[in-house]
């Protein structure tokens, strides 16, 4: 409940303090941009709606699932519509002191002092994204933002409650195509590691990454460490973990909305979330290597046996494997007879 509540309450901070900044952002007038890559010349603005569909569940992601304490969940969505010079991240790049404080904590105020920075230094940033918290892995958020010509790509993150510095989303896309506005776009989400903390499990505590790592996209192979929570070495690639809907909107004369409450349609399961739960990633059994062998038991002179143990890390889940036998006999000679 507590950190339920602690999500709510930073969504309505985080609300207040995005309204401000637009307000504030109001007399801030484009600029010319980088004509590295084609411009977009579409002549009007576009409105879209965003729809985040997390499918984070147990059947697809079972090992170490977060259950309790907290459960899996999603942080708030936030996000910029901007221009070809601005990164509010980059894969294999170095994660920002904002970036760093959203991945590891979900506190997005330094990320948005840096975003308000640049839109006033480079004029590179039109607008802020923003979408509410998801209490549970396979939930919904949605939103909708503006894009116009000079300013036609989208960047944003979200969160993954509860890991040490994991999140999803998506890196500059441009939702302009020449002088046309794209209808429809849909992005699968893999997580991602802002190379700050350097837990291997959702629930790992604070163990800072020194020297700071680069932005990496976790796999199924990578961490390679075997306890790593999205290591399955059967895998060649790990299942989609969320889902992003790019869809544009007939313009009206309404306001976009920035924060879109959930309702609760959006916590009720959907025939997507359904479909999602027959995606089984198989789970192997995983054991500790063997214990010392014990004591020889036998009379002197003769053949004894002696045994050693294992015992289990990781149940099987999904038709994965099944664990090997836990004890083990083997034949000895005692030690010391007389």
Known sequence: MDTTRNILSFSEALYHLILMMLTLGQGVHSMPVSTDVPMCT???TAQYKL????KWNQAAFPKQYPMHRPPAQWSNLIGVTHSTDFHIWQRNDFASNGVREFAEKGEAWTLMKEVEAAGERIQSVYGIVSAPAVKRGTGQMKTEFEVFARHSYLSFLVRLVPSPDWFVGVES???CDGDQWKENVSLD???YDAGTDS????SSPNFETLPQDQITQITSSYPSHPANSFYYRRLKHLPPIAKVMLTKIKKTN???SLLVEPTESNLLPTGNEIE?????TPLDCEVSVWSPWGLCKSKCGDAGVRHRTR???MHPANNGLACPLLEEEGKCFPDHCL
């Open 42 to 44: 579409a002549s009007e």
């Open 51 to 54: 729809t985040f569909s997390g």
């Open 173 to 175: 896309i441009d939702l």
């Open 189 to 191: 989400l893999f997580p």
């Open 199 to 202: 837990g291997f499990t959702f």
């Open 254 to 256: 309404q306001i976009i």
């Open 276 to 280: 999602d739960q027959l995606i089984k």
């Open 311 to 313: 015992y289990v890390i």
